[in-house]
């Protein structure tokens, strides 16, 4: 069965005090604003540096790329790493593996991954509090590069323990990246393009599934001498990030907030923005940390006991939780049966099955060309919608396919149609979402529990999936039309649009649904430690200006 699948800007309202009300846009190279009458697409095309571009680029090449990566290739050679483990155990023990240990065997590589992905989620918010968002990125790269030689030489050393121990380094590696990467695009983005920017997470874990695909077909690396080169690949990303990425700047947001560092900020902002007065961009940083009163990073505990923030922890999990649970995997699961049941030869369907990756990737690609333009809560919920829809379908399509002859190929239909849907919204967004919903110093702790959820579901799809399949059989996919409706309804009650909104004002749409306005959230993120307003900002202003680093992880 396919591996399930894993894992989510820096802008503030101008401060009140300054006499200006509004938001700025910001402009291309050596401009301050967008006049009123400059078309917004071009406004919003200004936006995209060529560090910006590259940035986001290189740092999804070698994170979210390899984890869709490592989901597609290792099913193309399951059936010789099979005959790997069998060999290896017959040598080592004079006789063969049973059927039961051979699949407890291949149970383990498979599931194992996720339990990696666990591991690095939790661990990702002290990593990013010290080594920063993009250094993060930078030596993620030691877990994916030897997980890379470990999978590789294992053939060679005839060891498959070297295999389950490089899936659970690689796992280790995609927990850290699926926080880190949209930790990063979500700070040096601007507003304005800041759901599209976001979306590159989820359209390189697609790339990533299709180059997968492409890599295990048998002309390529799908042959019993070749399979240990899909593993030994992974290297050539995480090499090309290594290289790019320390030349770029570091999170501005960061720099300015955690490490109180104005001069390095401002370079970042500059590169970042493509222009050299970023003076508006900084004050508004500034007056996003005066409304907080505070920088001082919150612990996974602090934020559980925010009552200011428990509705979007709320919408975190809800969202991550459907991405898992909402059916996709068992797509995966039928993909192989359903194309054989429409008369494709067994040795024609590896070749079908690339039409499932390219569908996976132009619904993300698209998804991130319009999410700017019609927003998170339609893409999330029109996503939702069209996949009960499409599973209901599926359903009776599978259920009577062999009384009509043209059911399969509705069938075939409906699965590209649920994968389309999927990545259109659900697929990508929740990633993004995460981001957005915090401030600041609850992002880290936000994260680490927006991954927790993402891998406990993960193991979870992996460890019950089959029990499901075998008690409904085609009819579990109703049980995932359930999830999608619940994940649907809770977002259309719930979710309010965070389209070119700053995170203060996003904070503010939620200040109704907690029953605390901001001045009581500021309260209870720091009841011990509140100033008088004047005093604290004065402080903190001249931390920055002194280039002051506050030490301490939280």
């Known amino acids: 069965m396919p591996t399930p699948r894993g894992g989510l800007t820096g802008e503030a309202v101008i401060p009140i005090t300054s006499g200006v009300v509004g938001r700025v846009v910001h402009g291309g190279c050596g401009s301050r604003s967008n006049s009123p009458g400059l078309p917004r697409e071009l406004g919003r095309a200004q936006n995209w540096s060529g560090s910006l571009i590259v940035a986001s680029l290189t740092g999804a090449f070698g994170s979210s790329f390899l984890y869709g990566y490592n989901l597609s290739m290792v099913n193309a050679p399951a059936g010789y790493i099979k005959k790997f483990y069998n060999e290896t155990w017959e040598r080592r023990y004079g006789f063969s593996v049973d059927e039961g240990t051979l699949t407890l065997l291949w149970s383990i590589t498979v599931s194992i991954f996720a339990i990696g992905g666990l591991v690095g989620a939790i661990i990702v918010t002290p990593i990013v509090k010290f080594f920063g968002r993009k250094c993060t990125l930078v030596l993620n790269n030691v877990f994916a590069v030897a997980a890379a030689l470990l999978m590789s030489l294992s053939l060679l050393a005839g060891s498959f ?16 990246s699926l926080s880190a990467l949209p930790m990063y695009l979500s700070e040096i983005s601007p507003k304005e393009i800041r759901g599209s920017l976001g979306q590159v997470t989820a359209i390189f874990i697609c790339i990533g599934v299709f180059i997968g695909q492409v890599l295990g077909l048998p002309e390529i690396f799908g042959q019993e001498s070749r399979w240990p080169f899909l593993f030994g690949a992974i290297i050539v990303p995480s090499l090309i990030q290594v290289v790019i990425l320390p030349f770029l700047p570091e999170s501005p947001r960061y720099l300015l907030l955690e490490k109180h560092n104005r001069s390095k900020a401002e370079k970042a902002f500059q590169r970042f923005l493509g222009k050299e007065d970023v003076s508006q961009e900084i004050e508004e940083v500034l007056a996003e940390s005066r409304a ?26 809800v969202t991550m939780g459907c991405y898992q649970l909402c059916g996709l995997n068992a797509i995966w699961y039928y993909t192989n049966n359903i194309f054989s049941e429409s008369g494709i030869d067994r040795e024609t369907i590896p070749y079908v099955t690339l039409s499932t990756g ?19 809560r339609p893409l999330l919920i029109g996503g939702f919608g069209l996949m009960i829809v499409f599973f209901a379908v599926l359903t009776v399509s599978l259920t009577l396919q062999n009384t009509v002859h043209w059911f399969p190929y509705l069938s075939i239909f409906c699965i590209l149609a649920i994968i389309a849907s999927f990545c259109i919204g659900p697929g990508g967004i929740p990633f993004v979402l995460t981001g957005e919903l915090f401030q600041q110093p609850q992002r880290p702790a936000a994260f680490m529990i927006a991954g927790t959820v993402n891998w406990l579901c993960n193991f979870a799809v992996g460890l019950l999936f089959p029990f499901i399949q075998a008690g409904l059989q085609t009819y579990c996919f109703l049980v995932f039309a359930g999830v999608c409706f619940a994940g649907a309804a809770y977002l259309f009650f719930v979710l309010p649009e965070t389209k070119n909104k700053t995170f203060h004002e996003i904070s503010q749409a939620f200040a109704k649904r907690n029953k605390e306005t901001l001045e009581m959230q500021e309260m209870n993120h720091y009841p011990r430690e ?3 307003s004047e005093e604290q900002e004065s402080n903190f202003t001249s931390s920055v200006d002194n280039g002051e680093t506050m030490k301490g992880i939280v």
């Open 358 to 376: 390219a569908v996976e990737t132009l619904a993300a690609v698209s998804s991130g060309l319009v999410i700017e333009r019609l927003g998170r």
């Open 530 to 532: 509140r100033k008088p």
């Open 161 to 176: 323990e070297m295999l389950i121990l490089g899936r659970t380094i690689m796992g280790v590696d995609a927990g850290i």
């Open 292 to 317: 907080q009163r505070n920088t001082k990073l919150v612990s996974v505990v602090q934020l559980l006991r925010t009552r200011a923030v428990r509705w979007q922890i709320l919408t975190v999990v």
